[in-house]
């Protein structure tokens, strides 16, 4: 599937996007896509499954993060948490847009709950649909294939493996080349890697990050989120550890699919997630 690119300078920061359904802009809330943080991860590299199905209903916009895509590279090494929400919050207020269904991948999911769970919140938010984020996060074998990506076509299509469970996303060459030639982008590799950068020393006690400690009851818009039943990188049965802590949340689980169930299950995904909006916005 092929992608217009647009630009728009946030705040002097050359930001990349896509954009779909226009004619339904003021209508409803824009929906916000915010794609996964692996190597090689863009806007269009996650979200390519369902743009075109959220915009028969939809304005929707999908920007690449600071450092990804080809979005400028970018890399904060004291705030890059905080750098991140408030470049799309500059964004979502560049784009004149003034209330959003944000939805996130992987890390974007999380991100998206901790926006969620503020007081106030960062960003416009009217519901947030969260993909394979959220929770705890172990530091296992799949893990380290993606965080020891050398670059490589080869090790690509093993990130590929370790993310689907659908082996012809591993076969399907185009695919591969996409998220490789993303991960190409000038400065793209240091601005992903700098986020696995740990220091050889700890933390001084007791201090935490805010994702460590969110408070997910305090979330008060709807939220909608998807696990996959098979996915590798996530602990058996994460989502019982905050997703009954959401007031008013909704969980759906993919029987068969690894952690992009929104690209292996685009049809289930496209559907319940437009049921979700639906529900909300007639």
Not at 15 to 22: F, V, W
Not at 135 to 147: E, F, H, I, Q, Y
Not at 161 to 186: G, L, N, Y
Not at 195 to 224: H, M, N, Q, W
């Amino acid at each position: 599937m092929l992608f217009r690119s647009h630009y728009v300078a946030v705040d002097g920061v050359r930001t990349h996007y896509l954009e779909r359904g226009l004619e339904h802009r003021g209508k409803r809330p824009t929906v916000l896509l915010l794609h996964s943080a692996e190597f090689g991860g863009s806007a269009e590299t996650s979200w390519f499954n369902n743009i075109d199905a959220l915009a028969t209903r939809y304005h929707v916009l999908a920007p690449d993060h600071l450092g990804f895509g080809r979005t400028d590279k970018i890399f904060d090494f004291v705030g890059m948490f905080n750098k991140r929400i408030t470049h799309i919050r500059r964004f979502v207020e560049t784009m004149c847009v003034d209330k959003v269904h944000v939805m996130g991948s992987s890390m974007s999911g999380g991100l998206c709950l901790t926006v969620a769970a503020r007081n106030p919140p960062d960003w416009p938010i009217a519901s947030v649909v969260c993909c394979s984020g959220g929770g705890d996060a172990p530091d296992n074998d799949a893990r380290k294939v993606l965080n020891t990506y050398d670059g490589s076509k080869e090790h690509m299509r093993r990130v590929v493996d370790t993310m689907f469970i659908d082996k012809s996303w591993v076969k399907d060459d185009a695919f591969i080349e996409k998220k490789w030639k993303m991960s190409q982008e000038p400065g793209a590799w240091e601005a992903t890697a700098a986020a696995r950068f740990k220091a050889p020393f700890p933390r001084p006690a007791g201090v935490k990050s805010e994702r460590d400690t969110l408070d997910y009851a305090a979330i008060r818009v709807p939220v909608l989120v998807f696990a996959g039943k098979l996915d590798s990188l996530r602990d058996p049965g994460y989502t019982d550890g905050f997703v009954p802590k959401i007031p008013n949340a909704k969980l759906h689980v993919f029987e068969r699919a690894g952690h992009m169930g929104n690209i292996e299950c685009a049809a289930d995904f496209n559907r319940v997630t437009l049921d979700f909006l639906r529900g909300l916005d007639g």
